[in-house]
Structure formats: C-alpha cells, structure tokens
C-alpha cells in the first residue's frame, strides 16, 4: 500500500478543518434586533421567517436576507393641484413598518423591505395626494385645520387598505409642511398687513372713546360739584336774606330791639382800652363821657 506523501497528508488536513470550520459556522443564524430573516436555498424563498435571536441548526447552504420590521419613516414632497388649478407643495411623513409575518411573501414579490417602499408605498401616496387634492376647492385651504385631518385622515386609510396585503402596515400619515404657490403667500401676507392695520386702528379709537368717557365723567362730576356748591350757596344766601328780613321786620315793629343793639355795639366797643366814646346831650353846654367812668382820671 503507498504511502501518502507528508505534505499531501497535511495539506487534505488542513482543508479537512476549514471544511469543518465553514459547515459548523453555518449551521446556526443570529437574527438581529427588530429584523427578520428569510432564507433561500437554490433560488427559492422559506415559507416561514426567522424571528429574531440565535437559531441552531441549520442548513448551512441557507443564503439569509435580512428585513429590519421596526418602525420607520418614509419623507414624501409632492405638488398636489387643488380645485382652482393651483399647485401646493406638501410634505408629509408615512410612520409604517414591515410584517414581519410577510417577510417571505416581500422577498419573493419585490424583494427587500425598501424594494417594497418603492414599489408600493410612494407609487400609491402620490396617488393619493393627488386625488385628495381634487376635493379641495381652494389651494389656500390647505391651511385650515379640518382640511389638513381629513386629509391626513383620508390618506392614511388608504393606504392601510392598498398596503397591508403587501406586507406593509402604515400606522398613520402626518402632514409636515405646507407651501402655497409664491403669488397666494404674497396676497395672505398683504391680507394679514391690512387686518393688523385695521385692529391697531380699532384700538386706537378705543384708546380715544375711552378717554373721551374719562372727560365726559370728569366734566360730569365737575358740573354735579359746582351744582352742589351753588345750592349751597343759594341756601345760604336765602338764609342769610330771611335773617335780614327777620331783623328789618323787627326792627320796623320794636324800636327797643334799636336801643339793644346799640347798647350790645357799646359794650363790645368798650372792652377796647383805646376805644373812647362819647354821648352828646343836645340839652348839656359839654359832652358828658359815659365809658371807662370810675378809671383814674375819669370825670365824675
């Protein structure tokens, strides 16, 4: 029997280990988190999908395509014609993920996941933005906040419907931005300058009825005191008058009220040091001094 040559033998070893190597590195698959994975052998899709985690065995002729079924966003920009024949640019958001449950079904049909965002989702919403647009009357309304939910509303239902047998699930659609054509910006922009100018003139002339009132109310409670002030005083005058007619009738009826008078005059007269008054007595040849009589120097 002929011996086999040293090196040969190490050789067929050697390839005998790496043989070996390859076969136990492949019989066993990591599926990554939130991913995924089909697996083809000669040309031909596995029913069933790989979930994520280790599986051990397996056939190590598989050739594995990854589908990453975690939640994604898909950025969409599309010029969507209303009623009047104008252009709107929308930017929406598609929140959607992949059925993991269909991942065989995508690979076989389209492909990868992004293969089927292509092929099914963007085709679609397109669509769909631009038969939205055609129940809007007025590029304009586009801005108001019933419009932007029914859209979002409607595109999201639709897509659900189209998309779902596809293996793509479409949580919701969410209107980003809105761009007006530049003509209808300017004509909004010149709307609001007009509104803000009418409202700066409505406080204005607020700010004018209000003092106005302020003055009417000062002038008002001016005119009330200065009233008040000369009833007053028409009530002390009529007092003051009814007193002089008092005394006048007193006088004119009581010639002894005169002499009382005159004697109380006297006596405030006399409390005066400096004072000197002096009665004159048609029938005497002198004045006869009748105050301050008993003081030092006094006549008698």
Excluded: C
Excluded at 5 to 23: G, Q
Excluded at 55 to 60: E, G, I, R, Y
Excluded at 134 to 142: G, L, P, T, V
Excluded at 265 to 278: E, F, M, N, R, V
Aim: glycine letters at 4%; zero cysteines.
């Amino acid at each position: 029997m002929a011996q086999l040559n040293p090196s040969k033998t190490l050789v067929v070893t050697a390839v005998s280990i790496l043989a070996a190597v390859v076969i136990i590195m492949n019989i066993y698959q990591t599926i990554p988190v939130g991913h995924v994975g089909v697996a083809t052998l000669f040309g031909k899709a596995q029913v069933e999908g790989y979930p994520e985690g280790l599986h051990f065995p397996v056939n190590p002729l598989y050739k594995w395509t990854m589908f990453d079924a975690r939640k994604k966003t898909h950025l969409e920009t599309a010029n969507v014609p209303s009623q009047d024949q104008l252009q709107t640019k929308l930017d929406v958001s598609v929140q959607y993920r992949i059925d993991g449950a269909m991942a065989s079904k995508i690979l076989g049909a389209t492909g990868t996941a992004e293969a089927a965002v292509r092929v099914h989702l963007v085709p679609k919403l397109r669509s769909l933005l631009r038969e939205q647009g055609k129940s809007i009357n007025r590029a304009e309304d586009f801005f108001l906040e019933a419009t932007q939910e029914t859209l979002q509303t409607a595109l999201t239902d639709g897509l659900r419907d189209d998309l779902e047998p596809q293996g793509i699930i479409v949580s919701a659609v969410l209107i980003r931005d809105i761009t007006l054509p530049p003509f209808i910006v300017q004509a909004i922009e010149k709307k609001k300058e007009r509104e803000q100018a009418v409202e700066q003139e409505k406080a204005e002339l607020e700010r004018v009825r209000t003092e106005l009132q302020q003055e009417v109310a000062r002038a008002k409670a001016g005119r009330e005191a200065a009233e008040e002030e000369a009833a007053r005083k028409r009530i002390l005058a009529d007092a003051q008058a009814y007193e002089i007619t008092q005394i006048n009738n007193a006088i004119s009826t009581n010639p002894a009220y005169i002499q009382l008078q005159s004697l109380e005059a006297l006596k405030a007269i006399s409390k005066d040091p400096a004072s000197k008054i002096y009665f004159m007595d048609g029938s005497s040849p002198s004045p006869l001094p009748l105050m301050h009589l008993g003081e030092p120097g006094a006549r008698q």
